[in-house]
C-alpha cells in the first residue's frame, strides 16, 4: 500500500522547503517529489538501514562492541558526568526539542556547549552584537525584492532551491513576472553555476571583500573612489553596482561562509551590515545568511532564549558564560582543556582543524547520529538517533528564523530512538550520579 | 490541595474588599468559601492581593530573541547560576524565558500576556511561553498591517474579515486582536511609513482610520473576550498626541458586544507628546486622561519610562529605525510576509536628558490624571520603557507625592518646565495598586476568574510583607518599593510557588487562546482566500502554518460563538 504524505519540510539545508511530497510503500519511503536532489537523497537513504547505525556500541578493548542502550546510556553519562570540562558539541542537523535537552546537559555538567556555526556564521552573530542586523523572511523578498545579490553563497549547489522558492524565479505580489521584474547580482571570488544565471557577476580578489564592501559604501554614501580600481573590481563596476543598489525598491544582500570564513571574517559581516544601513537612507534594503545545516538557527534561537547568547556558552560557572575565541569549540578544544565530548548529529572528526582532532582522540567521545562516520568510528559510545523530519517530529528554524514543525512519514528502524529521548535518559542519569 | 491564608489584609477591590483581615480558602486550584484539615498559613500583618495580571510586555518570541541575540552585553548585569529548583538564569532588559518566569513569579504575578504574536511567527512565540515557568500566558496576535485583513476591510467584505480574524487567532493560539501602527509597517515593506490617519497605505486601498475602526468592528461583532488592543501611529513622534485623540475618537461609534472598552490604548505615554520639535517636547497627557476620562470605551496601559539602559521592541519597524538613527545604536529589523515589520535598538533614558525626564513624567501624569483605576494599568512596555522588575518603583512613585519630587528635581528642568506632574498630588492608595497591576488587566482581558479572589477565582495569590494599617506609604515609599519586589507568598494555581523572595517550586502554567466560531460556510469561503494568498505570496505552505497544541503548555481555548454567520 502505498500513502503520500504532504507538506513534508525537508530536513537537509537551511532552505527548509516545506513542500515535499514523500509516497511511502510498506513502511518504506518509496518516491520524494518536490525535493532538490540532496533532499530527495536523504528522504531515500532514511530506509536504506545498511548506511544507517541501529545498535547502540560500546568500546572495549579497543573495539566498538553492541551493548543494550541501558548500558550505552550508562556509560555516556559516567563519561560525562566524570568529566572535568566537557564539550557538547553539533547540534545544527537535529530538532529544537533535541537542542534543549542537550543545554540543560551542559548547564548541569558544567560544560561548554556549542554548535557548528562556530565554523560556518559564526562570525555573522559576532557581526550582529557589534552592528545589528536588518532582515526579514524570504516571502519579503519574493513579494518584493527587484534586486538581489548572493555575496560569497552558491546557492545553485548549495541551497538548490532558494532562487526557485524565494529569490529570482518566484511570482510574487509585487512582482508578477518574477525573474523577469528582479535583477541577479553575483560577487565571488570564482563564475560559479549562481553566478551564470546573474545579469552582474562581479568578481572579487580572494581574501579582499572587505576593501569592495568599504568601497561600495564609500560611494554609496556620495564619495569619488581615490583609485580605479579596488579588490579587482574596476571603478566603473563599483560604481554601477552601487548605483543599482541605490534605486532599486526593495534590494536584498544573501551572503555566504566565502563572506564569513574569509580574511576579515565577523568584520566583513560587520561592514556589509552597515553598507545595508547605509542603503535604507536610499531604498529599502536587507540582508541575510545563507545558513547551511537545516537547524543550526534553530541551535542559536534555543540557547539564546534559554540561556542568553546564540552559541559558545560555557557553564563552568554555574551560568551562562560567552566569549567566542573563549568558549568556542575549537578553543576548548585546542587548548586541551576539554576532557570529555558528546558530539550529536555532527561529524566534528571530519570537519574540524586537525590540532582539534588530535586532542579529540585522546579524550573519550559519546556520539549520538543517524549513521555512521568517522566521528562515530574514534568514539567510546555511539547511539543511533532516529532521523527528525523523516522518523520523529520537532520543531526546526528557517534560515530566515520561520519556525517549521518536523512531520514524521515512517517509523525509525527497530529499536532506535529519538535523540530526544536518549538525551533525556542521559540527563536523569547524570543528575543522579551528580546528586 | 488545600490551603489556608490567614489572617491577611485582604485587598480585592473588585468584590468591595478594601483592607479587612480575612482568611483566604484555597482547594484543588481555586478560591473557594471554606476548607476543613487544610495546611494554614498565618499571613497576620501582611498584605493580601490577587495574584498579579500583565497585559503588555516583550517576553517571548521573534524579537525578543533578536534582542537576546543583538545585546550580548545586556545578559552578564545579572546572572545566578542553577539551584536544586530552578534553572541558570541571565539577562537584565531581555531576560532569558526562565528568569522572565522567576522574575514575575518572586513579584506576586501570577499571569502575563506577551505583547505581539506576529502569525508567522507564532510558532516561536509559544516555544518561547513554554520555557516561560510559573505564569499562565498569553499571547496577543498582530493584525493591524495584514494584507488579507486590509483586502477584506477596503472592499466592505467585514463578515470574511471576522471569520479570518477568528481563524487566524485559532491558526496563532492567540488571546486578542491587536495593531501596531496601522498601514505603516507594510509601508515600512518600502522604507515608508504613515503619518495621519488618513494617509494611503501604499498599493493597499485603506487608511489607518479605516484599519483601526474595522478592527474594532471586527472585534465586536466576534464579540472577543479582550478588546482591540492599539498600538497607534507615530509611535514616539513629536506632537502625537493629536493622532493619539484623533484614534481615540474612533471608538465613539463602536459599540461594545462585552461590559468592557472597545479599546486599549496601549502604552499611552508613548502616544502622550506635545510640542513640535524635540527642543519644546511637552506633555500632553492631559488631553488623553481626559479623553479617557470622558469615555467608557477606553482603557489605556502607562508604558512608564523608568531611567537606565534598556532595549526598546516592536513591531512598529519604521519607529525602530527613527529611533536608531537618532542615536546612531544598533538596528535590528525583521519585516514579517503579508503580516507585520517588528524592530529593535538599544536606548538609554537618561535623568540629564530633557526628553526622557518628560517621558517620566508623562506615564506617570496619565495614571494620575485619569480618575477610576479601572482605567489604567500598570506597564512599562517591557523593555521599552524599562525592565518590567521596575515596577515596584513606579508602584512607590504612585503612592508617594514625595518620591515623585526627588525624582524630579533630580532631572533636566524641562521635566519640570513641559509637564504637570509637580503640581499633581494625588497619591495611589492599596486598592488603587491593586486596580492598577491585576483587577483592572484581568477585567480589560475578559479573564473571568483572575485579578480577583472571590469564590471560583483562581487560586492566584500574592502576599506582600508589609503592613497596611501602620504603614504610611507616602512617607515610607521605600518600604513599598521593597515589598513589592519581593513577596512573601507567592501561590499560583493552589501551590505556594515563591517563599520570602525565593522560587521555591517552578510550575508550568495554562496557556490561553481564543477559539471564536463562526458559520461554516462563511469560514470555508474565507479559507478559499486564505489557500490561495498561502499558494501565491506566502514561502510557506498553510498545512505548516497553525500551531500545534503539543507547543502549549496546559491549553486552554476560551471558546466564544460569535454569531458571525
Known amino acids: 500500500m502505498r500513502v503520500t504524505h504532504r507538506d513534508v519540510v525537508c530536513s537537509f539545508c537551511g532552505t527548509l522547503c516545506d513542500d515535499i511530497e514523500v509516497d511511502v510503500e510498506d513502511g518504506r519511503i518509496a518516491e520524494v517529489r518536490h525535493a532538490c536532489r540532496i533532499g530527495t537523497t536523504k528522504f531515500l537513504s532514511a530506509s536504506r538501514h545498511e548506511h544507517r547505525l541501529l545498535k547502540p556500541m560500546v568500546r572495549e578493548n579497543g573495539r566498538l562492541k553492541e551493548v543494550s542502550l541501558e548500558e550505552a546510556v550508562e556509560r555516556a553519562a559516567e563519561i560525562l558526568a566524570g568529566a572535568r570540562r566537557p564539550l557538547l558539541y553539533g547540534w545544527s542537523s537535529t530538532s529544537c526539542e533535541a537542542q534543549s535537552v542537550g543545554?540543560?546537559?551542559?548547564?548541569?555538567?558544567?560544560?561548554?556547549?556549542?554548535?557548528?556555526?562556530?565554523?560556518?556564521?559564526g562570525p555573522t552573530t559576532i557581526a550582529v552584537h557589534e552592528a545589528g542586523f536588518i532582515s526579514c523572511t524570504l516571502g519579503e523578498v519574493k513579494n518584493r525584492a527587484d534586486l538581489v545579490i548572493y555575496w560569497g553563497a552558491n546557492p545553485m549547489h548549495a541551497h538548490p532551491r532558494h532562487l526557485s522558492r524565494y529569490s529570482i524565479y518566484p511570482r510574487g505580489y509585487f512582482r508578477e513576472r518574477g525573474h523577469q521584474d528582479r535583477t541577479l547580482v553575483v560577487v565571488d571570488v570564482r563564475r560559479t553555476d549562481t553566478a551564470r544565471l546573474a545579469q552582474k557577476f562581479v568578481r572579487v580578489q580572494p581574501g579582499r571583500d572587505y576593501e569592495l564592501i568599504s568601497a561600495l559604501r564609500a560611494v554609496v554614501n556620495g564619495r569619488k573612489l581615490p583609485t580605479d580600481e579596488v579588490a579587482g573590481v574596476s571603478r566603473e563596476d563599483i560604481e554601477e553596482l552601487a548605483e543599482m543598489m541605490k534605486s532599486c525598491s526593495f534590494g536584498v544582500l544573501f551572503f555566504g561562509m566565502g563572506l564569513t570564513q574569509s580574511p576579515g571574517r565577523h568584520r566583513n559581516i560587520d561592514n556589509a551590515i552597515c553598507l545595508v544601513r547605509d542603503l535604507n537612507t536610499h531604498t529599502k534594503f536587507v540582508i541575510m545568511p545563507m545558513r547551511g545545516h537545516y537547524n543550526v538557527v534553530g541551535f542559536?534561537?534555543?540557547?539564546?532564549?534559554?540561556?542568553?547568547?546564540?552559541?559558545?556558552?560555557?557553564?563552568?560557572?554555574?551560568?551562562?558564560?560567552?566569549?567566542?575565541?573563549?568558549?568556542?569549540?575549537n578553543d576548548v578544544l585546542q587548548r586541551g582543556e576539554c576532557d570529555a565530548m558528546l558530539v550529536?548529529?555532527?561529524?566534528?572528526?571530519?570537519n574540524f582543524p586537525k590540532p582539534s582532532v588530535e586532542n579529540m582522540l585522546r579524550m573519550p567521545i559519546v556520539a549520538i547520529d543517524v549513521h555512521p562516520t568517522p566521528t562515530t568510528m574514534v568514539a567510546d559510545v555511539v547511539i543511533p538517533a532516529a532521523i527528525a523530519g523523516i522518523e520523529v517530529e520537532g520543531t526546526a528554524y528557517r534560515m530566515d528564523v520561520v519556525p517549521l514543525r518536523l512531520r514524521k512519514v515512517v517509523e525509525p528502524p527497530e529499536g532506535v530512538l529519538s535523540d530526544v529521548e536518549v538525551l533525556q535518559r542521559i540527563l536523569e542519569r547524570v543528575k543522579e550520579i551528580k546528586g | 490541595m488545600k490551603l489556608v491564608l490567614k489572617n491577611g489584609y485582604v485587598y480585592d477591590p473588585a468584590n468591595g474588599v478594601n483592607g479587612e483581615k480575612m482568611d483566604i480558602f484555597i482547594e484543588n486550584g481555586k478560591i473557594v468559601e471554606e476548607v476543613s484539615g487544610a495546611k494554614e498559613i498565618d499571613c497576620s500583618g501582611m498584605l493580601v492581593m490577587p495574584g498579579g495580571v500583565e497585559i503588555h510586555s516583550h517576553i517571548a518570541g521573534g524579537k525578543v530573541n533578536t534582542a537576546r541575540l543583538m545585546r550580548p552585553e545586556d545578559h552578564l548585569r545579572n546572572v545566578a547560576?542553577?539551584?536544586?529548583?530552578?534553572?541558570?538564569?541571565?539577562?537584565?532588559?531581555?531576560?532569558?524565558?526562565?528568569?522572565?518566569?522567576?522574575?514575575?513569579?518572586?513579584?506576586?504575578?501570577?499571569?502575563?500576556?506577551?505583547?505581539?504574536?506576529?502569525?508567522?511567527?507564532?510558532?516561536?512565540?509559544?516555544?518561547?511561553?513554554?520555557?516561560?515557568?510559573?505564569?499562565?500566558?498569553g499571547a496577543l496576535t498582530v493584525m493591524g498591517n495584514n494584507w488579507l485583513i486590509m483586502h477584506y476591510l477596503s472592499e466592505g467584505r467585514i463578515e470574511h474579515a471576522c471569520a479570518y480574524a477568528a481563524w487566524l487567532l485559532r491558526a496563532t493560539r492567540g488571546y486578542a486582536i491587536k495593531a501596531v501602527n496601522p498601514g505603516g509597517s507594510e509601508a515600512w515593506g518600502w522604507g515608508r511609513d504613515v503619518r495621519s490617519l488618513d494617509d494611503r497605505v501604499p498599493h493597499f486601498d485603506i487608511t489607518p482610520r479605516e484599519i483601526i475602526r474595522g478592527l474594532m468592528e471586527i472585534n465586536e461583532r466576534l464579540s472577543l473576550p479582550h478588546s482591540v488592543h492599539l498600538h497607534p501611529n507615530n509611535l514616539g513622534r513629536v506632537g502625537n498626541f493629536t493622532t493619539t485623540l484623533e484614534t481615540l475618537e474612533l471608538t465613539r461609534d463602536v459599540k461594545p458586544s462585552r461590559e468592557r472598552q472597545v479599546l486599549q490604548l496601549t502604552h499611552a505615554q508613548f502616544h502622550s507628546y506635545g510640542g513640535d520639535s524635540w527642543r519644546n517636547f511637552s506633555s500632553e497627557a492631559e488631553s488623553i486622561?481626559?479623553?479617557?476620562?470622558?469615555s467608557d470605551r477606553l482603557v489605556l496601559d502607562m508604558g512608564q519610562v523608568v531611567f537606565g539602559d534598556t532595549t526598546t521592541m516592536t513591531a512598529d519597524g519604521p519607529m525602530e529605525y527613527y529611533l536608531s538613527s537618532l542615536t546612531g545604536l544598533k538596528w535590528a529589523n525583521k519585516d514579517i510576509e503579508l503580516e507585520t515589520a517588528p524592530g529593535v535598538t538599544p536606548f538609554v533614558y537618561s535623568e540629564k536628558s530633557p526628553v526622557s525626564g518628560v517621558q517620566w513624567a508623562i506615564g506617570l501624569e496619565l495614571?494620575?490624571?485619569?480618575?477610576?483605576?479601572?482605567?489604567?494599568?500598570?506597564?512599562?512596555d517591557h523593555p521599552n520603557g524599562a525592565p518590567f522588575f521596575t515596577y515596584p518603583?513606579?508602584?512607590?512613585?504612585?503612592?508617594s507625592a514625595k518620591s515623585r519630587e526627588e525624582v524630579l528635581e533630580r532631572l533636566h528642568r524641562a521635566a519640570q518646565k513641559n509637564t504637570v506632574l509637580g503640581s499633581i498630588d494625588r497619591e495611589y492608595g492599596w486598592s488603587e495598586i491593586c486596580w492598577v497591576t491585576r483587577t483592572a488587566q484581568a477585567r480589560s482581558l475578559g479573564l473571568e476568574?483572575?485579578?480577583?479572589?472571590?469564590?471560583?477565582?483562581?487560586?492566584?495569590?500574592?502576599?506582600?510583607?508589609?503592613?497596611?494599617?501602620?504603614?504610611?506609604?507616602?512617607?515610607?515609599?521605600?518600604?513599598?518599593?521593597?515589598a513589592f519586589s519581593a513577596t512573601a507568598l507567592t501561590v499560583k494555581g493552589g501551590e505556594v510557588v515563591v517563599r520570602d523572595g525565593e522560587v521555591v517550586k517552578v510550575v508550568s502554567g495554562k496557556t490561553l487562546y481564543v477559539d471564536a466560531g463562526v458559520g461554516e460556510e462563511l469560514e470555508r469561503e474565507v479559507l478559499k482566500d486564505v489557500d490561495y494568498y498561502f499558494k501565491r505570496f506566502y514561502t510557506v505552505n498553510l498545512a505548516n502554518y497553525p500551531v500545534q497544541e503539543v507547543y502549549l503548555t496546559s491549553p486552554e481555548a476560551v471558546k466564544v460563538d460569535s454569531g458571525v454567520r
Open chain 2, 393 to 399: 518603583k513606579i508602584i512607590a512613585w504612585l503612592m
Open chain 2, 449 to 482: 476568574s483572575k485579578g480577583h479572589l472571590g469564590v471560583g477565582a483562581d487560586a492566584d495569590v500574592a502576599v506582600y510583607r508589609i503592613n497596611p494599617e501602620s504603614t504610611d506609604p507616602a512617607r515610607e515609599y521605600e518600604a513599598v518599593e521593597r
Open chain 1, 300 to 329: 542559536s534561537e534555543v540557547l539564546s532564549w534559554q540561556a542568553g547568547f546564540p552559541f559558545a556558552v560555557d557553564f563552568s560557572k554555574g551560568y551562562a558564560w560567552y566569549n567566542p575565541g573563549e568558549t568556542t569549540a
Open chain 1, 103 to 121: 543545554i540543560e546537559l551542559a548547564e548541569v555538567l558544567g560544560g561548554v556547549i556549542d554548535n557548528t556555526s562556530t565554523v560556518c556564521h
Open chain 2, 81 to 137: 547560576p542553577r539551584t536544586s529548583v530552578t534553572r541558570s538564569v541571565c539577562g537584565y532588559s531581555t531576560p532569558s524565558t526562565f528568569l522572565t518566569g522567576y522574575a514575575y513569579s518572586k513579584m506576586g504575578y501570577t499571569t502575563a500576556f506577551t505583547a505581539a504574536l506576529p502569525p508567522l511567527m507564532a510558532r516561536h512565540t509559544h516555544e518561547e511561553l513554554h520555557d516561560i515557568p510559573m505564569l499562565d500566558k
Open chain 1, 344 to 350: 550529536v548529529a555532527s561529524d566534528p572528526v571530519s
Open chain 2, 367 to 380: 495614571a494620575l490624571l485619569v480618575e477610576s483605576p479601572e482605567k489604567v494599568m500598570l506597564t512599562t
Open chain 2, 289 to 294: 486622561a481626559k479623553a479617557v476620562n470622558s
